[in-house]
């Protein structure tokens, strides 16, 4: 199973235009079960204070992590830039995730990652901090990164323009075939 997550909790991103584009396309050109998972849908308030505490996890993470993230065997993390790197709630994710079946949920798993900017970077210093988190998770991050600049411009009233589609696709394509 391919597990396709929308890296942002912020309403209205346009990181979910991506993201939803990528689980659409993989949906219908993979041979794997894909599933889709957006930060948007994180319960409102974790506690902060037992969130490090297995056995006080909040049961929704326990839900979200033993139907999506334990049984995948590759996600796909778009992710936008904020402040210059990922989003802290993609990080306080996988801190709350990584207190209870750690080896189950990360460990030996392939990731690809997309990142999305309005800048000319495309989050590339963002994708490799995740990279670098990733690895000590023991998960094997794709080498071909995406970077998605210029959002503003390449995503216009929630659909995403060719040229942002093309690129996608290419990708997608080379995503698959490096997890045979």
Known sequence: MILVINGTNRQDNKT??????VFDWLSKNSLSEVKYYSLE??????????????????????????????????WIIISPEYNGSFPGILKLTFDALSVRK???TFH??????IGVSDGRA?????????TAMLNYLKMTVYHNKLPIS????M?????????????????LTEFIHWLK
């Not at 308030?45 to 995948?72: D, G, R, T, V, W």
């Not at 030996?108 to 990652?113: D, N, S």
Request: proline letters at 5%.
């Open 150 to 153: 210029s959002a503003k411009t």
């Open 16 to 21: 979910s235009v991506v993201s939803k584009f």
């Open 155 to 171: 995503i216009d009233h929630s659909q995403l323009q060719a040229p942002t589609t093309k690129i996608l696709e290419d990708y």
């Open 122 to 130: 495309g989050n590339i210093r963002g994708m490799d901090h995740l």
């Open 102 to 104: 750690l080896s189950e």
């Open 108 to 113: 030996h798993k392939k990731v690809g990652l």
């Open 41 to 74: 849908e994180l319960p409102a308030l974790f506690n902060l204070a037992e969130m490090y505490e297995a056995e006080k996890q909040h049961p929704q993470i326990s839900k979200i992590q033993n139907n999506l993230f334990i049984p995948s065997d590759s």
